[in-house]
Nanobody
Framework: QVQLVESGGGLVQSGGSLRLSCAASGFITLGYYTIGWFRQAPGKERERVSCISNRDGATDYADSIKGRFTITRDNAKNTVYLQMNSLKTEDTAVYFC????????????????WGKGTLVTVSS
């Protein structure tokens, strides 16, 4: 059974930092996949936060977090990370990781596997 498990969420103050992890198991090698981070804030649609390509390792970030978040991958550990710095209250959301084999831009409607999410809450 292919599984993606997010961890690292929690409660932080505005301006603080968190590092989210996405660990893969069950007949999946994350190095073969493009990996995206998505989030869904209360009362809002799910949005793409960041993406790292399996083709060339290129990264992409939503304008709202550009310069504050960094996506990285450690293929030896089968894990992808999202380092979140200078957190704002509007970053509060459930964060999901997802994997795609045949796309390099993390289309939300075409990701092959999804984790169940981890909650990030940023207080004032």
């Amino acid at each position: 059974q292919v599984q993606l498990v997010e961890s690292g969420g929690g409660l932080v103050q505005s301006g603080g930092s968190l590092r989210l992890s996405c660990a893969a198991s069950g007949f999946i090698t994350l190095g073969y996949y493009t990996i995206g981070w998505f989030r869904q804030a209360p009362g809002k649609e799910r949005e793409r936060v960041s993406c790292i390509s399996n083709r060339d390792g290129a990264t992409d970030y939503a304008d709202s977090i550009k310069g504050r978040f960094t996506i990285t991958r450690d293929n030896a550990k089968n894990t992808v990370y999202l380092q979140m710095n200078s957190l704002k209250t509007e970053d509060t959301a459930v964060y999901f990781c997802a994997a795609a084999l045949y796309h390099n831009n993390c289309p939300q409607n075409a990701m092959d596997y999804w984790g169940k999410g981890t909650l990030v809450t940023v207080s004032s």
